[in-house]
Antibody, heavy 126, light 107 residues
Framework: QVQLVQSGAEVKKPGASVKVSCKAS???????????LHWVRQAPGQGLEWMGW????????NYAQKFQGRVTMTRDSSISTAYMEVTRLISDDTAVYYC????????????????WGQGTTVTVSA | SYELTQPPSVSVSPGQTARITCSGD??????AYWYQQKPGQAPVVVIY???ERPSGIPERFSGSSSGTTVTLTISGVQAEDEADYYC???????????FGGGTKLTV
């Protein structure tokens, strides 16, 4: 069974940056690099918003237009961990941030998600 | 930008059938996924690739597709099914992921 375990809650001031991690906790032999990993956020009382994905074997990325220039997704395959950094934070970035695994493993991409992390609450407040 | 449209709310009595629709121009070409989200929890996939049900999801959950509309059907709704439901797909090119606005199911 595979789990995505995210880092803990963060409180940041406007203008600061935040980096959230997402670690795959899995059985021996699990191929972390075989998937795309997506990031999704949810502001308080609002719906889900897709931010982008990272292809874990190559590090290639694809960001939603809204976040281009302000979001960076990276990974460290040696520890089965992906990261998502948001810079120049504003109050509207206050949200729960989720990582989610693309449901297609191997050299493919589905655009749908089969496993989600537990979420990381990021609060932006002066 | 591409959008998926869901009704904001659906209300049914226990034992009835709930149907939640999701409309989008690219749905004839791209698969849809449905997620259930309960308060304070991460979403869980209940239907993938329009109509496939993951293991562990009750049989009362089903999905269908017709033209530009996909539908999540919950037969014999139970109190535990009360949650927010989101449809999700990609744009025509498959490049960008999109969520519907979500539907609050009240039982």
């Amino acid at each position: 069974q595979v789990q995505l375990v995210q880092s803990g809650a963060e409180v940041k001031k406007p203008g600061a940056s935040v980096k959230v991690s997402c670690k795959a906790s899995a059985y021996y032999g699990y191929n972390f690099n075989a998937y795309h990993l997506h990031w999704v956020r949810q502001a308080p009382g609002q719906g889900l918003e897709w931010m982008g994905w990272i292809k874990l074997n190559s590090g290639g990325t694809n960001y939603a237009q809204k976040f281009q220039g302000r979001v960076t997704m990276t990974r460290d395959s040696s520890i089965s961990t992906a990261y998502m950094e948001v810079t120049r934070l504003i109050s509207d970035d206050t949200a729960v941030y989720y990582c989610a695994r693309d449901s297609c493993g191997g050299d493919c991409y589905s655009g749908g998600f089969d496993i989600w992390g537990q979420g990381t609450t990021v609060t932006v407040s002066a | 930008s591409y959008e998926l449209t869901q009704p904001p709310s659906v209300s049914v009595s226990p034992g009835q059938t709930a149907r939640i629709t999701c409309s989008g121009d690219a749905l004839p070409k791209q698969y849809a996924y449905w997620y259930q989200q309960k308060p304070g929890q991460a979403p869980v996939v209940v239907i993938y690739k329009d109509s496939e049900r993951p293991s562990g999801i009750p049989e009362r959950f089903s999905g269908s597709s017709s033209g530009t509309t996909v539908t999540l059907t919950i037969s014999g709704v139970q109190a535990e099914d009360e949650a927010d439901y989101y449809c999700q797909s990609t744009d025509n090119s498959g490049t960008y992921v999109v969520f519907g606005g979500g539907t609050k199911l009240t039982v």
